[in-house]
């Protein structure tokens, strides 16, 4: 997971601009991998425009060379 504090679910915060109008919203969705992309479908608040985002999404590889991350949490035996 990738939480801070004490909640049990991600917290997402977007701030997206509206190309048509230039609104700016906050939108708590997170994006969805369609076709080996990040998408988002929205639509603007003020103006009813609909408009999709979409961004890359970047290969994560683990660490080559070092010591590897520390487990968040160690279950005991």
Same mark, same amino acid.
């Given at each position: 997971?990738?939480?801070?504090?004490?909640?049990?679910?991600?917290?997402?915060?977007? &701030?997206?601009?509206?190309?048509?109008?230039?609104?700016?919203?906050?939108?708590?969705?997170? &994006?969805?991998?369609?076709?080996?992309? &990040?998408?988002?479908?929205?639509?603007?608040?003020?103006?009813?425009?609909?408009?999709?985002?979409?961004?890359?999404?970047?290969?994560?590889?683990?660490?080559?060379?070092?010591?590897?991350?520390?487990?968040?949490?160690?279950?005991?035996?």
């Amino acid at each position: 997971m990738t939480q801070k504090g004490a909640h049990t679910w991600d917290l997402i915060f977007h &701030y997206h601009r509206c190309p048509k109008c230039g609104f700016i919203m906050e939108c708590r969705r997170d &994006y969805e991998i369609r076709m080996g992309k &990040y998408v988002k479908e929205l639509q603007c608040e003020r103006c009813q425009h609909l408009f999709t985002l979409s961004k890359p999404i970047h290969p994560k590889f683990g660490p080559l060379i070092g010591e590897p991350q520390p487990a968040e949490m160690t279950w005991g035996n």
